[in-house]
């Protein structure tokens, strides 16, 4: 198997790199790096079943011989990213995705979108299902990246039932573990970042706005069954477990032990309130549901952000 990932120096694509080459495939990462890492696949380099290349996929996309999947991962993904990028991230979800699925198409390749569950916006069903349209306010600053990522989808359902191109779209919810960025925006490597730095850890809103957060390792499963399975209507993956972000703040702070203090910050603009996946169809589908509990996920996290700290102070 030859598989292209675009996003592969990023979170989630360093870790599908390695599962999949320890599946056995060949790997092509494209990155442009703008919030991807060479770090994260440094240890990578070298190997002879994995090649890097650096590239904007809004831009066209050359690849020469046989490549059997497109694994389209490139795009901002935190807040604090597409906030900051609002056009590259409409790019990404639009001309990159058009690119990714013209390379599936001519290489006759399976395609596989990842997609978000911000695709549902503040929700007002919950748990969210996949049959769930959504409600998503598409001129708020959040709308660049939840827009685009329902364009993704919707542009990949169209190859799919006009070109007949195998695609398959997985809607990712939150999710966290070793390589995250340690100013990645969002609240669980906010957190942690904070409490090891014994910095006042700021929670927006009250706190009682609910997150399900979902370990890499379980996450990358669920794609690779997902890509190898015939399903292609959007499939959620994710954990079911839902939180507070107030208690997320304070299983942090007890796991650390920090003597930091809790803040709270107005709520940002069109932050949803509610997130909780139903992972009904993952589970008869593909035979998927999360293994690793949040204390054990958290507590490997937490080694990746004490390592990155101590490095960067060095």
């Known amino acids: 198997m030859r598989t292209l990932i675009t996003g592969g120096a990023g979170f989630i694509g360093s870790h599908l790199s390695d599962y999949l080459i320890g599946k056995g495939h060949d790997v092509i990462c ?5 919030t991807g890492k060479v770090g994260n696949i440094a240890h990578l380099m070298g190997n002879g079943k994995f090649r890097f290349i650096k590239h904007n996929v809004s831009d066209y996309i050359y690849m ?11 795009s901002p993904a935190s807040p604090f990213d597409y906030l900051e990028f609002p056009i590259q991230t409409l790019k990404v979800g639009s001309l990159g995705t058009l690119n990714s699925l013209g390379l599936a198409k001519a290489k006759n390749a399976k395609f596989l979108l990842a997609s978000t569950s911000e695709v549902y916006g ?3 069903v919950h748990p969210q299902r996949e049959d769930y349209w959504g409600h998503v306010n598409p001129v708020g600053p959040r709308g660049v990246y939840d827009e685009a990522k329902r364009f993704a989808e919707a542009m990949t359902m169209a190859y799919h039932r006009y070109h007949r191109i195998d695609t398959k779209i997985v809607r990712i919810f939150n999710t966290y573990g070793p390589r995250m960025r ?20 700021t929670v927006f809103g009250n706190g009682s706005q609910t997150r399900s957060f979902c370990y890499v390792s379980d996450l990358v499963e669920g794609i690779y069954r997902l890509l190898v399975s015939d399903e292609h209507e959007p499939v959620n993956i994710g954990n079911p477990q839902e939180i507070t972000v107030l208690q997320l703040a304070r299983e942090i702070l007890a796991l650390t032990g920090s003597k930091s203090s809790i803040v709270f910050k107005p709520l940002p603009v069109d932050d949803p309130k509610i997130r909780q996946p139903d992972i009904s169809r993952a589970r008869k ?3 998927w549901e999360p293994n690793v509990i949040r204390e054990e996920g958290l507590r490997s996290t937490l080694a990746y952000f004490k390592d990155v700290l101590l490095k960067n102070e060095q």
């Open 64 to 74: 020469d011989g046989p490549i059997d999947n497109v694994l389209h991962f490139a």
């Open 285 to 287: 589908l593909l035979g």
């Open 182 to 201: 340690v100013k990645d925006g969002r609240a669980l490597p906010n957190f942690m970042c904070q409490a090891l730095r014994g910095e006042d850890i």
């Open 30 to 34: 494209i990155d442009n790096l703008l």
């Open 122 to 124: 503040d929700p007002q």
